[in-house]
């Protein structure tokens, strides 16, 4: 029975993008590109509504463009940015390194290490190392780590984790907009508009730490109650007790090689434009090859843990699924698809910056709260590309639109599914589709609406 509701919704999804490109050829579009929209469509489709099955639709649309040559496969490995997967290995690897020598149980034990801890603090605390860790090290891992530490005080507290979970992915979600390395979506953006971390580092972060402010100041207000319980029982139990619990993990030899690496790491890749102009290498070649000459430092020195690194803790699964998708995405601009639309939308905005830049920005941030934020960039650069306007404030407003947006709801970004999975199974807690909504949408509309005054009359990001 199962079987037959699930052929019959992948039947409904086919004839769904059947018709999509029968309209689209019918409206005057070429056959390769009435295909092209028609396999990505697809393959969006199937990523929202078989999440299981993403990997299966993306190796389907990718053949089918291939054997219906719309696209060679030069072409298609071209489009692929395979640079951005081996810099995503790259890191993956680095964090798995973090991971083995203790890194994140050391960081917890020193953040709750609060002198005269009350709640406030501790929100305050847990909100800007959520969305500091989320800058350095990928949302996903982030998260776990910080969702770990919050679950524990709040056994030995006795109060709702719930509102202190929500809090930590809130900022995580700001947090992963302040570099180039928080979100793939990050490097995607830098890799395709030119933006250097740099870039990030100069306009991106401070807008990112403005947001968080605001969203701590809306946290505080909307949690005052569940503040208040924990305050009480911080008074009643002693703040100071909480430290012989938690785990203490002094940093040692092999934390410090680690931490070496990976801050060099991290400076190098801060540097990466001006070496490039130095040394005078093509755009983006440092940002890419740093983390892959870091990781194979870590493998040569860590090489009876090398092959756990790199399969454990490489995503594979999602890496081939970026890979496809990107390749799907760039079939769109191979084929020109891209180019009309972009030319529709320069006269419908009347070639208005402020109204191209209004409508990428909200579009980005409704959609990547239902969507995965790295299929919605994916499917906006081609078009924001094909746009050729020059102008950078089109990349910010899809890069805060794909990072905010996520706070809309529970299923907005990686980030939220991970931290409410590890709820639910930990203290078999649910939280429902309109409790989230209630918090979510008022940080997210209110963060977005912040970010689309600044790109509008901030000279920094035009």
Not at 103 to 130: D, E, H
Not at 303 to 327: G, M, N, P, Q, S
Request: net charge positive.
């Amino acid at each position: 029975m199962l079987k037959n509701r699930l052929l019959f919704k992948i039947s409904i999804l086919l004839f769904i993008s059947f018709t999509l490109g029968l309209t689209i050829k019918s409206i005057g579009f070429s056959n390769q590109q009435a295909v092209s929209i028609s396999i990505f469509f697809l393959s969006i489709l199937g990523t929202l509504f078989f999440w299981d099955f993403r990997l299966s639709f993306a190796f389907l649309g990718t053949s089918i463009l291939l054997f219906s040559r719309t696209i060679d496969l030069d072409n298609l490995l071209k489009c692929a940015s395979v640079e951005i997967i081996l810099f995503l290995i790259g890191m993956m690897v680095l964090v798995g390194l973090l991971k083995h020598t203790g890194f994140f149980a050391w960081l917890v034990s020193l953040i709750l290490r609060i002198p005269n801890l009350t709640a406030k603090k501790f929100v305050i605390y847990i909100s800007f190392i959520s969305a500091l860790l989320s800058c350095a090290v990928d949302e996903v891992t982030s998260i776990i780590f910080m969702v770990a530490a919050i679950l524990e005080i709040c056994d030995y507290f006795e109060v709702e984790p719930t509102p202190f979970i929500i809090i930590s992915v809130l900022t995580t979600n700001i947090g992963s907009s302040g570099t180039v390395l928080g979100n793939p979506i990050g490097i995607l953006i830098a890799t395709k508009s030119g933006l250097t971390f740099e870039d990030f580092i100069l306009k991106a972060f401070p807008l990112m730490l403005i947001c968080l402010l605001v969203t701590i100041f809306i946290i505080l207000f909307c949690y005052r109650k569940n503040i208040r319980m924990l305050d009480n029982q911080i008074k009643k139990m002693g703040a100071n007790e909480i430290l012989i619990r938690l785990i203490s993990v002094p940093p040692e030899k092999e934390l410090k090689i680690s931490l070496f690496i990976f801050g060099t790491t991290l400076f190098f890749i801060a540097l990466h434009h001006r070496l490039e102009l130095w040394w005078n290498l093509e755009n983006n070649t440092v940002l890419l090859i740093i983390p892959l000459i870091s990781a194979g430092c870590v493998m040569i020195w860590k090489h009876k843990k090398a092959r756990e690194f790199i399969e454990k803790d490489v995503e594979w699964w999602t890496l081939l699924f970026f890979l496809l998708l990107f390749a799907q995405a760039g079939t769109l601009k191979y084929t020109g698809f891209t180019d009309v639309i972009a030319k529709k939308l320069i006269l419908l905005t009347r070639h208005s910056i402020g109204c191209l830049l209004s409508i990428v920005l909200w579009i980005s941030t409704f959609a990547s709260s239902v969507l995965d934020n790295v299929v919605l960039v994916a499917s906006f650069i081609p078009v924001v590309q094909s746009l050729n306007l020059g102008v950078n404030s089109l990349w910010w407003a899809l890069l805060f639109g794909g990072c905010f947006g996520g706070n809309i709801t529970l299923i907005g970004s990686t980030a939220n599914i991970v931290a409410l999975g590890i709820l639910e199974k930990e203290r078999n807690i649910k939280i429902s589709f309109f409790k989230w909504l209630k918090i979510g949408l008022v940080v997210g509309l209110v963060t977005t609406l912040i970010v689309w005054i600044a790109l509008l009359y901030l000279p920094l990001f035009h």
